[in-house]
């Protein structure tokens, strides 16, 4: 073994040499051939220790070329799966994280030793440590990395945010990745690189592709609003998902998630974005595959009165089944909130047909009691969902706007100028009746 180990020694210090001097003499294939020579020796022989050795002391030789380094690194990545235990593995990738620190030529070498070192510590459940690591990478400022590499690491840090329930510095990173970048057209996009722009690198074969990433994005996407309770953006998130090609296609896929889709818009507060995308989802024609959620939001739409009881004793069965579907349950309070979205939209048919109410009937209909009535309605007042005033010693409800003097003023000019418009036409139409009889008459 000592003799194997000499002999070793010799040979390195051999091709030490001869590196030296290709490097002085300028010959860049040389340098790199001897560089990755050494590195494939101390493999060979498994000495993974001196291979470490020799990498660090042939990065640091004085006037390194850029390529024989880059090259080095290469060759070292493509050992680490054969490393004969976890701790050689973690101590040959923090040798190369060293080496390529601070090197713009293997920023993407190091990108990918970053990704592999965070993974193996998430695998040891050290889970904060995995996304500092991750988090260390700014890689949306790397330009020859691929698109698709860029998004699955950006995600990534993401996850591992999510992870360890960092929900501030996940979306700070979720707002690198534009949701109109999944919208491009892959084969449009591709054009030939200009003279002087950097190239590109092609994504490793691991990383998913465009439409892939889409999902995972949108997925994790729900993950944070669901932490927030933000019912809107859940189903917006799950409306993307469902506009995905392989999604749309097998209705094993769109089925959980339309109905998804459907539970988080009735879940939703009521605003212009929340309405318009309840329509547009009663459209679609795949919803008469679902006629339970189709007469759901039919029912929401329809400005009528919705008795809860009777609604919840329809639809308490297909609740609790959604926590067996795909995308899980729809968490704890949702029931709650459901009751609290049909109680806001009872209110809100009240006012399209009344202008005054009493505080009594306002409640009858509600089927609450006049201090829940009162409350919810007074909540609603505050969100400016509606305008509504309570006159509570008489106990009367006034839905009518208190219109300002000067827009009282603007619409009486309105009304006699439509009044002059008025009188003048009639004029005009009797003096032309008159001038016809005139002619008439001299005829």
Known sequence: MEGGGGNLDAQIEQLLNLEKQMRLSGDVAGTKKAATDILELCFKAGAWKTLNDQIVVLSKRRGQLKQAVTAMVQQAMQYIDQTPDIETRIELIKTLNNVSAGKIYVEIERARLIKRLAKIKEEQGHIAEAADLMQEMAVETFGAMAKTEKIAFILEQVRLCLDRQD??????????????????????????????????????????????????????????????????????????????????????????????????????????????????????????????????????????????????????????????????????????????????????????????????????LLCLTMQEAEKHLSDMVVSKALVAKIDRPIGIVCFQTSKDSNNVLNSWAMNLEKLLDLVEKSCHQIHKETMIHKAALKA
């Not at 008469?288 to 939001?297: A, D, G, N, Q, V």
């Not at 609740?319 to 979205?341: H, P, T, V, W």
């Not at 939209?345 to 109410?357: C, F, P, Q």
Request: aromatic share 10%; with cysteine.
């Open 167 to 364: 929900y501030v510095r996940a979306q700070i990173l979720s707002r690198k990745i534009s949701p109109r970048v999944f919208d491009i057209d892959a084969s449009k996009e591709k054009k030939k690189p200009k003279e002087g722009d950097g190239v590109v690198e092609e994504a490793p074969a691991d990383i998913p592709s465009l439409l892939e990433l889409k999902r995972i994005y949108y997925e994790l996407m729900i993950r944070y609003y669901i932490h927030n309770n933000d019912y809107l953006e859940i189903s917006r998130c799950y409306k993307a998902i469902y506009e995905i090609p392989s999604v749309k296609e097998n209705p094993a896929q769109w089925i959980p998630v339309l109905r998804k889709i459907c539970w988080y818009l009735v879940l939703s507060p009521y605003d212009p974005m929340q309405s318009s995308l309840l329509n547009s989802t009663l459209e679609d024609k795949n919803l008469s595959e679902i006629p339970y959620f189709r007469l759901l939001l039919k029912q929401v739409v329809t400005m009528e009165v919705i008795q809860w009881t009777a609604l919840w004793n329809t639809y308490k069965a297909e609740f609790e089944n959604e926590k067996s579907m795909l995308g899980g349950s729809l968490g704890d309070k949702a029931a709650d909130d459901m009751k609290q979205r049909i109680i806001e939209h009872n209110i809100l048919v009240v006012s399209k047909y009344y202008s005054r109410i009493t505080l009594k009937r306002l409640a009858e």
